[in-house]
Nanobody, 123 residues
Framework: VQLQASGGGLVQAGGSLRLSCAASGLTFSSYVVGWFRQAPGKEREFVAVHRWSDSAATYADSVKGRFTISRDSAKNTVYLQLNSLMPEDAAIYYC?????????????????WGQGTLVTVSS
């Protein structure tokens, strides 16, 4: 099982990025897929989670209205669209997956992790 996160980069404040999380060795249809981020010196924090079965999503308050999670079933890929980026959004972003239907917001519940993709936001 492998999750491959990509799409990070350097962007100016107010800009946008789209992160991708592609899975191999598992099919997302029976999973929830979460995005987390970790800034230097900080704990890994919840960003968003997507439930494949009904496309239900939950967002952290800090990103609500700016970030959107979506998917491409044919590609077995989940996306995180980051809009109106702020310097405080800078972090390594990780995608993770766990079997089941609960939209969990704690990293300890996730069993599969991608390697992370770095988002840098300049002010």
């Amino acid at each position: 099982v492998q999750l491959q996160a990509s799409g990070g980069g350097l962007v100016q404040a107010g800009g946008s990025l789209r992160l991708s999380c592609a899975a191999s060795g598992l099919t997302f249809s029976s999973y929830v897929v979460g995005w987390f981020r970790q800034a230097p010196g900080k704990e890994r924090e919840f960003v968003a989670v997507h439930r494949w079965s009904d496309s239900a999503a939950t967002y952290a308050d800090s990103v609500k209205g700016r970030f959107t999670i979506s998917r491409d079933s044919a590609k077995n890929t989940v996306y995180l669209q980051l809009n109106s980026l702020m310097p405080e959004d800078a972090a390594i972003y990780y995608c993770a997956a766990t079997a089941g239907q609960l939209r969990l917001n704690s990293p300890r519940f996730y069993s599969h992790w991608g390697q992370g993709t770095l988002v840098t936001v300049s002010s």
